[in-house]
């Protein structure tokens, strides 16, 4: 079951990042040297009590401004509301309550979900609390004081969001159709996909990118299994507005990897892997999906002998944090290869539920071991005592070491490509937790 959404808006300078950064805590400031891991996080997951949600911080609404941004507002706003399940609107008691405000929260108050209402720069209580209350008029419920750069009333403020929680849907649990989630970036072909596997046109599908408005689940069929395709909305892209819109595109595929087992990548063939195509594929590695890179649009690119490789290597040099990625050249214009999609998402649900023996993986662990030393430093050499495997989708897997710190990063991959050249697990990310033993005597 796929965590809540929690989308944390309000105009721009109100603090909004700061909050996120702060309820976020040490997970925001993991940055990995990876290519396509996004860097500037703009969602993180985070826990209060029992209570897991994914949390994705927004850029800043400007009601009043140039027609341009008013359609980037709209376009903004509209898409934080579809994306969550709970609204956090910040607001700033320093400045006090202002016509912007008034206009967000009628925004927020027509869409029917559950919004609370947070009023940011509350260094003290004691001063701060007559101010607070001015923003009861807004009519969108009571205000919970916080302040982000202090970390005062963070309790409250995440009480508030996780009373809004439904109870786990418990049909969505108990379903055990594959979900396949079709994401990449505007006008490559995501709807085209999915109306070929259906044969009829139940997406709407345009040249102009971003008409696909919602993320819109679809049952589909095939030799007797039945499968979920779920098609993230595409946003339209301006030069001034790019940034904004290719956030919310973002979030927006954060929402349904997060619901996805397999994820499939659309790039296009003529434009081959884009930044934003290699973030995308970064969200769902560091989701520890199953990743297939579609590469659409293969009918309109000229060929010889040799196309398809080049194309492979590029792709692979480009996203070489995701080797073990599944990559199909297909025409969704034509129907060339669409059908193979299914054989391959099969594949990898196949591997991300893979189970290996303990004893099989000790036996390739210790066959490593003595092909390659483990790393030493100042004297000390690295001992692996024991693995096995904790968990699927995506495979986890504990090794038992003498000390963790020499455990290297680049060793940790040479022992997921022995397990990858005797198992395959193409498709899937493999996980792998250190674990530190005391050594005996």
């Not at 400007?62 to 956090?88: F, G, H, N």
């Not at 904004?244 to 063939?269: G, H, K, N, P, Y």
Request: glycine share 6%; proline share 4%.
């Amino acid at each position: 079951m796929s965590k809540p959404v929690v989308a944390i808006v309000g105009r721009p300078n109100v603090g909004k990042s700061t909050l996120f950064n702060a309820l976020a805590g040490e997970r925001i400031s993991i940055v990995k040297d990876t290519p396509g891991v996004t860097r500037d996080r703009i969602y993180a997951d985070a826990t209060w009590l029992d209570k897991q949600f994914t949390m994705v911080d927004t850029g800043g609404i400007e009601p009043e401004s140039k027609d341009l941004m008013l359609t980037c507002m709209r376009e903004q706003a509209q898409a934080a509301i579809d994306t969550a399940d709970v609204i956090v609107f910040v607001t700033d008691v320093r400045q006090g309550l202002v016509d912007a405000d008034g206009k967000v929260a009628e925004m927020l108050r027509r869409s029917g979900k559950p919004v609370v209402l947070t009023v940011n720069k509350v260094d003290s209580f004691e001063k701060f609390m007559p101010d607070v209350y001015e923003f009861y008029n807004l009519g969108i419920g009571d205000p919970v004081p916080v302040s982000a750069a202090s970390m005062l009333g963070f309790g409250e403020l995440l009480d508030a969001i996780v009373e809004h929680f439904k109870p786990g849907d418990a049909a969505e649990e108990e379903d055990g159709r594959p979900r396949v989630a079709i994401v990449g970036k505007p006008n490559v072909g995501k709807s085209s996909i999915i109306n070929k596997i259906l044969g009829e046109n139940r997406v709407i599908v345009s040249d102009v990118a971003g008409t696909t408005r919602d993320a819109v689940d679809t049952a589909v069929t095939w030799q007797d299994k039945e499968y979920v395709f779920i098609d993230t909305a595409g946003l339209r892209r301006k030069s001034k507005i790019k940034e904004e819109l290719e956030r919310f595109s973002i979030i927006r595929t954060v929402a349904a990897v997060e619901r996805a087992d397999v994820v499939v990548v659309v790039i296009d063939a003529a434009e081959g892997v884009t930044e934003q195509d290699a973030k995308i594929a970064g969200i769902a590695h560091d989701r520890g999906r199953g990743i297939i890179i579609a590469v659409n649009k293969w009918d309109s690119i000229e060929k010889d002998d040799k196309t398809i490789y080049k194309h492979t290597a590029k792709i692979r040099e480009i996203l070489s944090f995701i080797p073990y990625a599944e990559i199909l050249f297909i025409s969704a214009k034509t129907g060339q290869r669409v059908t193979k999609l299914f054989h391959i998402v099969e594949t990898v649900i196949q591997n991300q539920n893979l189970r290996i023996p303990t004893g099989v993986l000790n036996e390739i662990m210790m066959e490593a071991t003595a092909l390659q030393q483990p790393p030493s430093d100042k004297g000390k050499r690295l001992k692996l005592y024991y693995i096995t495997q904790v968990s699927v989708k995506p495979p986890t897997f504990v090794i038992f070491v003498n000390d963790k710190e020499l455990m290297h990063y680049s060793y940790t991959r040479y022992i997921e490509n022995k397990i990858r050249e005797a198992f395959g697990f193409s498709g899937t990310s493999l996980k792998f937790i250190i674990r530190e033993r005391k050594e005996n005597g």
